[in-house]
């Protein structure tokens, strides 16, 4: 996590204490988990890998340890712990070596072409599952970047890298062989910018724009921070290369759909659309940081510079996401998905209907405490159902 974020954080929690914070409504109904849960973070996330996750969780923050909570209800559930700005390939490895409690192992040939370190973390003295393969398959959860994270490890999972395996020979990362697709069994990505986000977009808009804001120029600050490269990496391989709507549409996008593994996805609003047809911020259910972002993704329309058409339809959106984007990648298969019946068909993207939240929201909120822990109990149970 970066340096400027910690602090921020730090001060959020002098001054809203969770100890102000409303308290999740218990469930004394033990669960019964048929798979483990993985939990993938965003940009500038965390997992249990950290040493201060206890202290501050990034599932919970400061409404409470939400995998402590899952736990205590007979939930098998991880935090996943990858690179803050890292491109969603070598966080995708990183999270394969935790689950299997081995080196990190970017690939020859990938990390030939970004100019870093092939190998990195071993995770062998403590692997983040007791055990992971066809009969003891895990359900993932992405929320933000960690969506996308997770959409191509299962990728990498299912069909491995021919350009890895050609560059390793017998030396190539299991990762890379694929044939593991029935190692996953859901999918669920939240607030996830699947098809990129147009916060990049009027970020640059912002930057040359005289009348830009101190709110405005604060969140350009945090997004540099949230998704630079690291200094050994090049360009296109960090967060923010990942999250321009041309790379993410081109990527996410040719990613195929197994036809039996569950997908879902939970895409959040936090806008409504006023008499001009722009999306404006509701803010007393906004984090005060996206509100910039917020009111200028709601009123944007242009087009990449890949040629892509973003029109009105991506003006409703979280404060980071664009709503229309946290659904599915472009073009893949979805139907609108009802939890109450909790009817999912494998093989399409099960999307769930948009929930009142910013992009905060369903990782349990900043100065806006969030209780999430029902909305997960219900998730987590309806997929044990399926």
Known sequence: M??????????????????NLPKAQLDTETMNTQYTYVFVHGLSGWG?????????????IFGGNLMKYLRARGADVHAASV???????DRACELYA????????????????????????DYSYRPLVDAWDAEHKINLLGHSFGGATVLQFVELMANGSAEEREASGENVSELFTGGKADWIYSVTTLAAPLCGTTAYEVRADIEVDPDATLDEHAEVGVLNTASYAPRDRIPEDCAEYDMYIDNAIRVNGSFEVLPNVYYFSIPCSMTVQNENGDYVPVEDGMEVLFRASAYRMGAYT???????EIGPEWRENDGLVNTISARAPWGAPTVEFDPESGAAQPGVWNVFPTYDGDHMSLQGGMTKNNNIRGLYIDLIQMINDL
């Open 83 to 89: 690179g803050p700005t890292e491109s969603q390939w």
């Open 48 to 60: 249990e890998y950290a040493v201060y996750y206890n202290l501050m969780p990034y599932w919970g």
């Open 98 to 121: 935790e689950l299997t409690g081995t080196r990190v192992d970017y690939g020859e040939a990938h990390s030939a072409r970004c100019g870093h370190a092939r190998f990195g973390k």
């Open 302 to 308: 242009g087009q990449t510079p890949g040629g892509f």
């Open 2 to 19: 970066s340096k400027i974020l910690s602090v921020f954080l730090a001060v959020i929690m002098f001054l809203f204490p969770s100890a």
